[in-house]
């Protein structure tokens, strides 16, 4: 009951963030320099409000993730890749930073839940912005490994906090974490991924490095992944 | 010269137009306290507004800092924080007021300009 209470406080306090930053925007019309200064904080305001309805339209799926109700199927990853990067890609620029993908896998075709699995690689890109220094690219980075196709999102800034690395090599996050370097962020997205992996049967994991970090999911390739591979569909 | 030491860059920028409308003093914007630290070889600021929760070394690290230099114990330095402090708690380091960013308003911004750089 304390952790449940605990991980309610966070998610609440990670949300506040957004809350806060819209209603300062909001005050920032008043101060605005021109009229391209007006449109930048609106669109500034549309996106911080599609992140936070984001947050919480993931966490209400963690709630309906134990009806069953999100099917798995067979799903082109790249395809996934390529809209979250189409989704992201303006936020990365606006906040002087670039989101890049590699692609180097053969298997084209994992075993997940198209949904779940956008909201994991979008989590690892948006947590990537926010750890990354300015004028730095953010890479995700898709390859074959182990008979799993692995996704890696790997930003360059400053390293994760051992804590948190710990935290994560033990395994899943079994509740929101607050991360202490940068509360108004990944520690929500982090807890949604791992939950969302869970329910794939994906695993999860972080590498730290000197000079950022990597947050990457091991998916199982689909049965029907033969068929593609043979060159039937391509 | 006014800094704004926060690691939310857009909630930063909110302050900073607040700031230079109503002060018409330069901004600068520092996501970490060591980066303004470093800055200030340059020539210190005239106010300061200081988040807490911030990239590497938190807002207490810098209040130290700043505490422990003769010629940065007296600029002035507002709190902004979405955590409940008390000013009274802090006043030993500089602390002027405190702003809660959920409950601040640009009138806030404002009576501090006029009381700190005028």
Known sequence: ?234 | MVYIIDDDRDFAECVARMLRKFSGSKVKIFSNGIEATMAMNDGVPDLIFLDILLDGPDGFTFLNEMASYSDTEKIPIVIMSSLNLQKENLESYGVVRVLNKAEMVPGDVKEIVETYIG
């Open chain 1, 1 to 234: 009951m304390e952790s449940e209470v605990n991980g309610i406080l966070v998610a609440a306090h990670e949300l506040k963030a957004p809350i806060n930053l819209l209603r300062q925007l909001a005050f920032s019309l008043d101060f605005a320099e021109d009229d391209k200064d007006i449109k930048m904080i609106q669109n500034k305001m549309i996106s911080v409000s599609d992140r936070a309805l984001r947050q919480v339209q993931d966490l209400t799926k963690i709630a309906r993730l134990e009806d069953g109700l999100f099917e798995m199927e067979p799903v082109a990853v790249r395809a996934v890749c390529d809209d979250v990067a189409r989704e992201l890609r303006t936020l990365f620029r606006f906040n002087h930073r670039r989101l890049e993908i590699e692609y180097r896998n053969r298997t084209r075709l994992v075993s997940a839940n198209r949904e779940l699995l956008y909201s994991i690689i979008y989590n690892f890109c948006l947590n990537a912005m926010h750890y990354s220094d300015e004028e730095t690219r953010s890479e995700m980075i898709l390859s074959d490994k182990n008979g799993k196709v692995r996704l890696d999102v790997r930003d360059y800034g400053p390293a994760l906090p051992l804590e948190v690395w710990r935290t994560i090599r033990k395994g899943w996050v079994e509740k929101p974490t607050s991360i202490a370097m940068r509360p108004g962020s990944s520690g929500l997205g982090l807890y949604i991924a791992s939950k969302f992996s869970q329910y794939m049967k994906a695993d999860v994991g972080a590498i730290r490095h000197r000079d950022g970090t990597s947050f990457f999911v091991e998916l199982m390739p689909s049965r029907q992944m033969s068929l593609f591979e043979d060159g039937l569909y391509y």
